[in-house]
């Protein structure tokens, strides 16, 4: 912008009075710098900074926390100033300030360290699992407290079914009756009859959750087909009729019933007998049955390939297993599928609505005035909260249309409502009712791109309207309109606001897709990541314990999103190549 | 299709074949009904909202009213009563008369009676729910007694045979009523009548004249007080205990009585109430006094007030508790009906309460001659001497139905209105009884108490308060809808506070400065982050940012200055540079250079925070708060800073502008630059002094932000919920404005170029007016996005309803609120209702923001595509 000094020529500068004129070659015009904007520059640029510095900020700490939850950290043990011990594996630090009577009963040294720190002295949170015993998973241990730390080498964090972690050293264990001491935790006998152990459980969770699911489930539809015969009061030959089917396959079934219940009671007795006896940090001594021990973590005695063994083991067991203890441990699994099930289904409802809405909107309805008021309402309805379209959606479809097919289809199962409460169907409708009004504007938008001389031509050829848009219109339109799905569907994947209303649950007795007859249930509840979110971190017993599950699952989630994202973009794109030529 | 006939080998087939013409009209039929259907849906939300909300404000219903003659009703009405079911009514006489007959037809029932003995009744009293009754006797005794109505279910077989039917649902068999009900199931409804043995408690000889009874206690132990006025105007206060012996299986009664003060004499006692706990006595007087006695210390009562309740030359007809005890509605002679709460802050009483009046309701067109209260809610009867029978409600101070007496004037003997509050029973001395079936379902809502301040049982004043449930069965939910809205308003307000600034001058640095390629990367980056989940951000906000900033309070406060002020810092000694160096050091480095300069800004906020803090807030910023620390200059010369520096900044411009570019506009670059340096912390000094000035006088004047703006620290707090709001918001700002500034014509940035403008010159004088329209729009779809914003005000921001600008403290919005109590509402009741009138509150909002929006962005893109 700014010019070097001139060669002097007579020009109009000449007129200039002569002190201004008073300048020495070289000197740089023009004076003021705050035509170039200089500082305000800096202020935009600090603004975009810190806007990418937040996100990026947001981002690395959900990856850091959250790839880094599952390796396995050590197990030290912690000598106290009063003599008393405690293990647990370090979990974070944090400068605090300590209580005046907690500074009063401390040797001079130390009280001068901190007030050397402005009063702050530095504390570390163990976690100590042991909750049956301790009655808490954390504990704060101050430093000035700490007397010496150590990390010896036998000590094994064990993930149980219950009751959440055990930290302290493995004495003993017994199989079928018999006590083995144990002297290396990683010995070969210990590791095979854990194997065996927890073989014997998976079978009888196969026989309990499989076999005698299906039992059960024939039992209720049994009852349920009498009742619905009951309902209708029947002369009493077909009523007769129907409590006789009744009580033949109810014997049977329950026989059936009895045979499986004896297995896996007996595979239950033969569990009983193994179990492994833990001592934690005090002396205390614990039994476990040895099924119910998940993984035996030598803390202080991996290499690093074990390491990485125990932490893709755990990433397996999150993304394949179902959850534990009020959703804080084991895996979750069930909400991965509520999730895509409910996801996919949406899709499936908006998309047919919402391209053939668009379609008629931009080829069909004559453009005026009502046209651009409905166009500016369906923008309109896409910044509508989320929160008002579950409303909708519990006081609609779950209470009036819901309530009327239970009259309608299932009058036995009531006062339990089948479709007159939340559920798989009323989630993803409302869901696609809050996305379509993105997938139109979407669609409209790929639709009006889609240039007028292709239109004229292929109406010029002799194709009918339909042919046009079906052959020429839509095929080019494609690229928007899937960007258009996948956004919908990024956008619904996200929101748990209007799920929290209609059918997401915290656990989920079964998932939503099964063995039985229609396979797909739609009525049940599910689980969602999003609301797995907000439950662990807001609704568990120990938003400490939850902490590190949250992180996890919100890494998955911002995985999905973005995945789904760069799919948009990457079909985008191509298909925009694909088509990109073929435009004149 | 017939083939037209060729006449050479290259003719075409012009006819269309029919299943194309069939397949085009299908499409069109299914595509225009498809998408009417879905718009209509759209739009059918709003419909359905709004058809949820409307039975709120309709008031009471009569569904059907009965009218028949009863024989032989009592000549002395003391109580008319009727069962919850609707099956049986009963009046009771002063005689001990009870007469029964089936509700809905009139049909006479044998009912059990009180058999007094012969002695003449003088005075009557009974609870509440109207099953337990005292009589007060002319001989100075009373017996309690109690008639119940009890309901049983039994199967279809327990009717017994001969039972006359009534109606299509009830059937007697002349003490009994038998219902049917659903599930073939019958319901048995009947009387039960108990009297005790009389207890003497005023001398015998002197009549009672006024009694109230209240029942306590366990039912082993049953505990009754009551409080009895005799001839003598001597008032007592009394405590019956029942323990049953339980060897001879007896129950025995011990009785102890107190005296309360007396009144003056000529006193003519008109109503005596007691509470449930036996705390407080009041005695209503004829000429419209009313005596409080504080009953507290069961042996030593005292006076406590005495008050007016109705206006000077008016009488008194009764008075009256609602239920809970908390309310008491004082009736005149002349129609005046009047609420008054017991509160605290009396001056002048002896235990520090008073009555006040808190609702003023319509007159009754005559004098009052009963008052019959609602045993579940606020609601109350009042019948007068005209025959006027009105339902009102206390708390919303309205009338909900008023019904008359179809020929002629008369006064009730007696009026009840049915336990679920579903009927209103009215009795006529000569035995005439009407019934009223009613459907009130949501009383206690109007546009007043809605939107209005409410003065609610056990509050000093009217207020704003939401509270939809609490621990006590005598609660009364709390339903205004004007704190969750200003908890939407301060959300919104605080977020955009900080993410417009930040998106805003993102955006002109995105379009106007940055280089191409980088613009490539960062803008989809934004793009996708606009659609991170805002669960995601309301977890890190409450469980990660929440305990951060609670530690570095001050230090966040500080950095909300320094961070601008540093970046002006960095640019001035950017310009100090030589210009070769600056020209190849443009574009990326300087970007870098800029970041670098955010971290060292970030960090000296850091390091800087504890002096912040002892500087402005005597050293510990949540003392300070609280108020325990004095002393606010400080703070407010950092409230007013960026006010003083505009200030100093436009003086600094116009006056000394000319002055100091004369000093120093001379010489080389460098020269330039270090002139500017100068005097930009020459004109940052002078703010900082200005606005420390202006704060002594502030607060020498009295002005203090605690209070205000700030107050006392919640960890989930607003400036919290304000800054994870932001990232919900800055990128849907950012996109839109940084779009709207990209399509201003490049014709129009290369004419300014051109001119000699520096590009800083063309972004604020030609591009940004241009695109003007375009950014506002983008600031209104965020303020759209951050009224709705759910999630992030749950997790983050303490769901407290309260009315406070306090950044520091917690609020509810409608968002939250509603995803919070509505799994839980009972469907179609109150709060059910008053949760969709919030949804339906929030779709307005934010689909007027979003249309205003719309139709700006509508007229920029015209006016930009006419550029």
Redesign the interface.
Known sequence: MAMDALTPTRTAADDIPASRRQQKRGDIRPRDLRAEGEPWTWVLGGALALGIVMILGLLVLVFWNGALTFWPRPIEVVTLADGSRIAGEPTRTQAFRPEPQVLEALPPERRAEIEANDGFAARTLYRTGNYDLYGDDFRWVPDFERRFVERPREMVLLERLEWGVFVGRILAFTRAGERTEVTNPRQAALLEAHAAARARWAQIRRIERGDIGVVNHHLEAERLRLRGVLLRDPPPEERARAEERFAREEARLKAEYEALAAEAQRLRAENARDTIILQEIGGREVTLPLSAVVRMVVANDMTLGQKAGVYLSRWWEFLSDEPREANTEGGIMPAIFGTFAMTLLMVIAVAPFGVVTALYLREYARQGRVIAFVRISVNNLAGVPSIVYGVFGLGFFAYIVGASIDQLFFPEKLPNPTFGTGGLLWASLTLALLTVPVVIVATEEALAAVPRSMREGSLACGASKWQTIRNIVLPRALPGIMTGLILAMARGAGEVAPLMLVGVVKLAPELPIDGFFPFIHLERSFMHLGFHIYDVGFQSRNSEAGKPMVFVTTLLLLLLIFLMNIGAIVIRNRLKRKFQGSQF | MSASATAGPRRQN?I?RRS??V??RI??W???V??????F???A?MV??AS?VVPLFTGGRVESVRQYQVTGLPAEVAMATADEYRTIGLVIGRDGAVQGWHLQTGTPLEVPHFDLGGVRATAFARTINRSNLAFGFENGTVRFGAVTLPATTLSEEAVPAGARRLDERDATDGRAVYSRIPGNHIRRVEVQARLDPPQQIAPPGTAIIAMDYRRGGTAERPTLSFVTADANNVLRLSRAESRMNIMTRQMRTTVSSSELPPLPPGTEIKTLLLTEQADMVLVGTADGTVFRYDTRDFNAPRLAETTRVVPAGERLTGLYFLIGEQSLVAAGDRGTMSIYFRLGGGSGTADGLHLVRAHEMERQPSATAAVAASQRGKMFLTADVAGNVWLRHSTSNQVLLRLAKDGGATAYAGIALTPRDDGILAVTPEGRVTLWNVSVPHPETTLGTIFGRVWYEGYDGPRWTWQSSAGTDQFEPKLSLVPLIFGTVKATVYALLFAI??????A???SE??HGSIRAV?K???E??A??????????A???LAPLVE?VVPAVIFGLVL??LS??A???L??LLP?PVLLRLAGLS??AL??L??FGALWLAGVLG?PFERIVFGGDIKAWLKGDIAGAVGFTAFLLFPASALVVALLGQRALGDLL?AMA?????LR??AA?LLR?VFLTAAAVALAVGVAMVLTGAGFDPRGGVVGTYVQRNTLVVGFAM??AV??II?TIAEDALNSVPEHLRSASLAC??????T??RIILPTAASGVFAAVM?GM??A?????IV??AAGNTPILEWNIFNGLRAL?AN??VE??EAV?DGTLYRM??LA?LT??VM??I???LA??IR?RFRRRAAAL
Not at chain 2, 534 to 539: E, K, P, R, Y
């Open positions: 012009r269309t194309v013409l397949i085009d499409a069109n299914t595509i225009t498809g998408g009417l259907l879905v718009i849906a759209v739009g939300i359905f909202l949820v600034p930040v998106a805003l001058l993102a002109l640095y995105t400065f940055l960062v989809p980056a934004m996708m982050m659609s991170l989940p805002s669960v995601v951000l309301g977890f890190i409450a469980l990660i530690d961070l601008p970046f002006i960095a640019a001035h950017w310009q210009r300087k970007l800029i970041f300069c955010l504890k570019d506009g001379h010489g080389s670059r330039v630059a500017a930009w932001g990232f800055i990128p950012y000699g403008a520096t590009a800083w010159q972004a604020t779809i759209g996005r009224v709705g914003e759910t999630m749950v997790m968002s509603i995803a509505l799994p469907r949760l969709f949804a929030l779709f934010t689909f923001v979003n249309t719309e139709v509508l």
